[in-house]
């Protein structure tokens, strides 16, 4: 999946968090989005290995979709920003906010044809049938998109959403093409 497509997942699992009692911060939901990245450290031509200081150095030790892409790595990785995040800001949140952004990415790369192994003591390798970079990405970025705007909405004002469905429905899928609109002209 493409860098965007694994930030629309990052938040849309963490929003999901929220209706489950995780508390709705935008520090947070960064966090989530941060943590939907990370796995892609080992590639070196990602969105996070070219914007990450030292981003590139990785790709030269493991392989893409190795053992960056694994529960195993999740929760080291967790642990090592959990620990910086929570001596900054003294809560454990921002920590399960990106291991929960880490485990949506590894959740949608196994929508891929290549899929991942989601451990390395498993041989269970599960695989999907959607190509990076194509059309059908696309289809689970819309609907990814549309899902986060119309929770986001329905966090923020429950009623309003409930009373209104069909302009909320409306408004979220203007919203939806407004955001990734130019992502999808880039899909084959």
């Not at 969105?47 to 493991?62: A, N």
């Not at 390395?120 to 599960?126: Q, T």
């Amino acid at each position: 999946m493409m860098w965007y497509t694994h930030v629309v997942f990052g938040v849309l699992f963490y929003l999901i968090a929220v209706l489950f009692g995780a508390p709705m911060s935008f520090l947070d939901i960064g966090m989530a989005a941060f943590g939907a990245l990370m796995p892609d450290i080992d590639h070196p031509k990602s969105y996070i290995s070219t914007k990450l200081p030292g981003g590139t150095v990785m790709p030269r030790f493991v392989e893409h979709r190795g053992a960056t892409h694994t529960i195993e790595a999740a929760l080291l990785i967790t642990a090592l920003v959990g620990g910086l995040a929570y001596w900054i800001t003294k809560g454990y949140w921002p920590a399960v906010a990106f291991f929960i952004g880490y485990i949506s990415h590894l959740f949608a790369d196994t929508l891929t044809v290549s899929g991942i192994k989601w451990s390395r003591f498993s041989k269970f390798h599960p695989r999907g049938k959607i190509r990076t970079g194509t059309k059908g990405e696309g289809l689970v970025l819309i609907l990814a998109t549309f899902t986060t705007v119309m929770l986001f909405a329905y966090i923020l004002m429950p009623e309003e959403t409930s009373k209104n469905l069909g302009w909320a429905m409306l408004i979220a899928l203007m919203a939806t093409f407004t955001i990734i609109g130019k992502k999808l002209k880039r899909l084959k």
